[in-house]
């Protein structure tokens, strides 16, 4: 590829242009402003965009709340570079495109396929101003990658560690707010009370609106009655940053009481044991408490809850649960919650007794027994109904052809909220229990950011972007309790340090610590910063959700859970936020020439010796020391082929921890025996190999 060298002297001024910390506090991304082309549609959104690429299939939209059709989209932000270096800059996609450094255009409004532009070369050091103006196509995907190389490493996509943005932007801020408020929609469930416009059910629209909410089946039979009459006093007591409303007043009168302890009566809930009886060994729950990385997600158990953190706290376990339903839970998450987040370790029974064995135990203190109070069943079934109970939660005892459904309180449609302008007279007032209705403790942020998603954006619930779902999921889902990502450490690696760079006993996944073998690895848990561009959206989908998924990392002690997720979405969208197809690649027939040659390529001797450190299938390493590779079988099942050979040309590029050698230097390895040194095809038949196998 050609280089374009533009003197620093004609491009940069960098005594104007690099700019100071102090005067702008950045945060991660590029602010990507949105804008429909389509007169007949015109449209402006904003967001935050991780990565300087784009990928919006053909039919969809580039926004959840922007039409289909043409569009343009404006990135900007700050390009921050540590070294003075000559960095060469170049594309790849399809559309029209201009890109400029501190107000030079490096590329102006170049069109059709970018990978045929010429690469320009700049001097940078420190920050400087980036912006990028794309215009989609009128028809098939609309994409494009950012890439740059230099003396010390390759052509490679921009980094996300590098792009970053100023909060201080009003248009920003306030779609911020509205896409605040539009999550905030559906975690709240408000479509259970409140019909949208036009529709009674929300289909192939934002998918957290068909989350289903915890089951009341036997739920007094898996809870203890005093934790249960706590959480209905008020469930933020339980659960700081929970989403069920108080539906009682926080000052409680004699009369509350008596209708909480019917309520009570009606789930048929019984006191807890003072000293229940441990049904595991709690030695073996500890250890199974730390191999299952529990602190990416929960506090220890002598923490209390806090507004501090939104680590969910496990200090009442004893006093909420009931020891064979916390076993049952562990074992299988989601058959009384359908749709809840925490994930399935895949569990052996006696896995699940050991780990609840050591939870209670360890938090007996929090048991209480206070209440004797006997509540009128009946009633208490009543109640249910009256105070909208159902209306979010199933219950097995109702058939929906009951005379029970005529119980359930009729809440006015959004529509005659929004037509009355009443919006911020229910749930969204500031004391709505004052009112008799359901108190969801909102603070003045979140009632204004509901507030204007609903006047504003209420239509795009019908609505779904797979990248920005994607994006809220990671959060959701807490993919960063156990995984670093754009440079920011994880949860587990921020507890222990040494955790990451010290050898700790082999444990298999499902093992226990008898199982450990003699010798030790790195218990090094994968980079997502790259997973997008790196996994095959289709390997990706079947790997979150399925229990029989094989791992790639057996020795890894913190073991890799299914979730109760749509894998889809979410895998489809980490790739759109590289740029890159989330369409598998067409079958091609493997070179079998090629094949051969790199399965002698994979061998010790002649070879890279792959299998040294990495199992393949049933086969395994024959002298990994204190690191392995993932497990070879099925790699190109798993890996996208770009991503593969950016990663086979210089791994620390991609994750700095790794132990995985550099075999490339200049474009040739030491092997000259094979196509004359070349990387690119010994890496190419090395995949043909695979693929073979």
């Given amino acids: 590829m050609t280089k374009l060298v533009i003197p620093l002297s004609v491009l940069l001024l960098l005594t104007t242009t690099i700019l100071h910390s102090e005067e702008l506090p950045l945060r991660p991304g590029l602010v990507l402003n949105l804008e429909s082309l389509d007169p007949t549609t015109p449209k402006k959104d904003v967001r935050i965009s991780r990565m300087a690429a784009l990928y919006v299939p053909e039919g969809k939209s580039p926004s959840v709340f922007m039409p289909k059709g043409k569009f343009k989209a404006t990135y900007e932000g700050i390009l921050e570079v540590d070294l003075f270096d000559d960095f060469t800059f170049s594309l790849e996609g399809r559309g029209k495109i201009s890109l400029a450094l501190d107000g030079k255009w490096l590329f102006e409004k170049v069109s059709g396929d970018f990978s045929k532009v010429e690469a320009k070369t700049v001097e940078l050091e420190g920050r400087h101003q980036l912006k990028i103006v794309y215009e989609s196509l009128a028809e098939g995907p609309s994409h494009f990658q950012l890439y740059w190389a230099s003396f010390d490493f390759t052509r490679e996509p921009v980094p996300p560690e590098i792009l970053k943005h100023s909060p201080k932007n009003d248009f920003l801020i306030e779609r911020l707010k509205i896409r605040k408020g539009r999550e905030l929609f559906a975690e709240k469930q408000c479509s259970s009370c409140h019909i949208p416009p036009g529709k009674e059910t929300i289909k192939n629209g934002m998918p957290e609106l068909e989350r289903s909410l915890p089951l009341f089946t036997q739920l007094g039979q898996r809870f203890n009655r005093d934790w249960l009459i706590e959480w209905i006093e008020n469930p933020r007591s339980k659960k700081i940053h929970g989403h069920m409303p108080q539906v009682f007043p926080t000052k409680l009168e004699p009369q509350h009481q008596k209708e909480i302890s019917d309520i009570v009566a009606h789930l048929k809930a019984t006191p807890a044991q003072k000293k229940p009886q441990l049904p595991g060994d709690p030695t073996d729950g500890e250890e199974l408490f730390n191999q299952l990385g529990c602190l990416g997600c929960h506090q220890a158990l002598d923490q209390a809850q806090t507004q501090k953190t939104d680590l969910i706290s496990l200090h009442e376990v004893a006093h909420k649960w009931k020891p064979q339903s916390l076993i049952q839970?562990?074992?299988?998450?989601?058959?009384?919650?359908?749709?809840?987040?925490?994930?399935?370790?895949?569990?052996?029974?006696?896995?699940?007794?050991?780990?609840?064995?050591?939870?209670?135990?360890?938090?007996?203190?929090?048991?209480?027994?206070?209440?004797?109070?006997?509540?009128?069943?009946?009633?208490?079934?009543?109640?249910?109904?009256?105070?909208?109970?159902?209306?979010?939660?199933?219950?097995?005892?109702?058939?929906?052809?009951?005379?029970?459904?005529?119980?359930?309180?009729?809440?006015?449609?959004?529509?005659?909220?929004?037509?009355?302008?009443?919006?911020?007279?229910?749930?969204?007032?500031?004391?709505?229990?004052?009112?008799?209705?359901?108190?969801?403790?909102?603070?003045?942020?979140?009632?204004?950011?509901?507030?204007a998603f609903l006047t504003n954006e209420l239509s795009s619930i019908y609505n779904y972007h797979e990248e920005e779902y994607a994006q809220r999921s990671f959060k959701n889902f807490r993919c960063q309790g156990c995984h670093t990502r754009d440079g920011q450490q994880d949860q587990l690696s921020a507890l222990s340090s040494a955790d990451e760079e010290s050898e700790t006993p082999v444990i298999p996944t499902g093992g226990s610590p008898s199982d450990s073998e003699a010798h030790k690895l790195l218990q090094t848990r994968p980079l997502l910063t790259w997973a997008g561009e790196k996994l095959q959206p289709a390997w990706l989908q079947e790997f979150l959700t399925r229990k029989e998924t094989k791992p790639v990392r057996p020795w890894i002690r913190v073991r890799m859970p299914t979730f109760n997720m749509n894998s889809s979405l979410f895998s489809r969208g980490l790739a759109r936020q590289h740029g890159v197809t989330p369409t598998p690649p067409k079958a091609e027939k493997v070179d079998s020439k090629l094949a051969e040659t790199g399965k002698k390529l994979l061998l010790l001797g002649d070879g890279f010796s792959c299998f040294t450190c990495h199992d393949y299938g049933d086969k395994k390493a024959t002298g990994a020391f204190d690191a392995?590779?993932?497990?070879?079988?099925?790699?190109?099942?798993?890996?996208?082929?770009?991503?593969?050979?950016?990663?086979?040309?210089?791994?620390?590029?991609?994750?700095?921890?790794?132990?995985?050698?550099?075999?490339?230097?200049?474009?040739?390895?030491?092997?000259?025996?094979?196509?004359?040194?070349?990387?690119?095809?010994?890496?190419?038949?090395?995949?043909?190999?695979?693929?073979?196998?």
Wanted: aromatic share 10%.
């Fill in 628 to 693: 392995k590779g993932p497990d070879l079988e099925g790699f190109p099942v798993r890996l996208r082929k770009d991503f593969y050979h950016l990663w086979m040309l210089n791994p620390l590029r991609f994750d700095p921890r790794t132990k995985m050698p550099q075999f490339a230097e200049e474009g040739k390895t030491p092997f000259a025996q094979f196509f004359d040194g070349d990387a690119k095809t010994q890496f190419e038949a090395i995949w043909e190999a695979l693929r073979k196998e």
């Fill in 329 to 451: 839970f562990l074992l299988d998450p989601k058959k009384y919650a359908p749709s809840i987040r925490m994930p399935d370790f895949r569990m052996k029974p006696t896995e699940a007794r050991n780990l609840a064995s050591y939870l209670i135990q360890n938090t007996l203190s929090s048991i209480k027994t206070t209440s004797n109070a006997q509540g009128d069943a009946e009633n208490g079934k009543k109640l249910l109904h009256s105070k909208g109970c159902f209306s979010c939660h199933q219950n097995s005892m109702m058939k929906e052809d009951s005379s029970e459904l005529l119980l359930l309180p009729r809440y006015k449609t959004l529509d005659q909220l929004i037509q009355k302008n009443a919006i911020d007279k229910g749930c969204l007032s500031a004391r709505p229990l004052n009112k008799g209705i359901p108190n969801f403790q909102l603070s003045a942020s979140e009632r204004q950011a509901l507030t």
